[in-house]
């Protein structure tokens, strides 16, 4: 009877411990995990990563997001004294090489010339070299870039996705407006501007900025949804279509 009663109670206490490790881990499951919180937080274009990361992450990141202050000011300065020299002065690529040669050679040839004078040892001129590995590092990344650009437009071209096609022609059609206000060198020096100021003052406000973003993009995604019951899907498709029916 003794024997019987103890398994009685070790059976209930069995019972008791498993329902409140289920319970436990019911109300564990229950509770949302800190990554499944973290990616239902919407960031601007859909990023997982931080911002350096998509600009990958490495030393052209670290100028764009002034990692080193110094670095990127010089950046910025010189590519400031590139625009005015060509856009306010309105320097020839030609001109300006050769007047920097002709001072360059004729500083170095009168300090040469003058430690015969003094006789002093001349100035030590550095031989100047252009390094193989990270000319061949950028041709290889601008050839990826290249083939990438045509492998997008020829995917718009087929007809599959006509809600980018509609972006990448509005995008083109406000590039070519621009282009009509400014000339390569000022729209180039405005992107290298805009590279320099942008992304760092988003890394800065982003979990202010993202927010915004969302509900602009609900309302794009839902001003498009309108446009496309009304005008877009009464377009004719003709045989891209009947396949996609089929």
Not at 54 to 64: E, Q, R
Not at 107 to 134: G, Y
Not at 143 to 159: K, P, Q, T
Not at 237 to 246: T, Y
């Amino acid at each position: 009877m003794a024997e019987h009663e103890e398994t009685l109670m070790e059976k209930i206490a069995e019972k008791i411990h498993g329902h409140d490790s289920s319970s436990s881990s019911d109300s564990d499951d229950d509770k949302p995990s800190d990554s499944s919180v973290k990616a239902k937080v919407f960031r601007l274009f859909g990023r997982e990563r931080p911002v350096h990361h998509v600009f990958g992450g490495g030393k052209p990141a670290d100028v764009f997001l002034w990692r080193n202050k110094k670095v990127s000011a010089g950046a910025l300065g010189v590519a400031t004294v590139i625009w005015v020299l060509f856009e306010l002065l309105e320097y020839n690529l030609l001109t300006l090489v050769c007047h920097l040669l002709i001072l360059a050679l004729a500083l170095l040839f009168l300090c040469s010339s003058a430690t015969t004078f003094i006789r002093k040892s001349p100035p030590h001129i550095p031989e100047v070299q252009i390094p193989k590995d990270p000319v061949l590092e950028f041709a290889e990344a601008l050839r990826f870039e290249i083939n990438r650009a045509f492998a997008v437009l020829r995917d718009i071209a087929s007809g599959r996705d006509l809600k980018k096609f509609l972006s990448v022609i509005a995008g083109l059609w406000v590039l070519s407006v621009v282009g009509n206000w400014c000339n390569f060198l000022t729209l180039f020096y405005i992107v290298f501007v805009l590279l320099h100021t942008v992304p760092v003052l988003y890394e800065k406000y982003e979990d202010k900025v993202d927010p915004f973003a969302e509900k602009a993009m609900h309302e794009i995604n839902k001003q498009y949804a309108v446009f496309d019951a009304k005008v877009l899907s009464k377009i004719p498709r003709g045989p891209l279509k009947e396949k996609k029916k089929d």
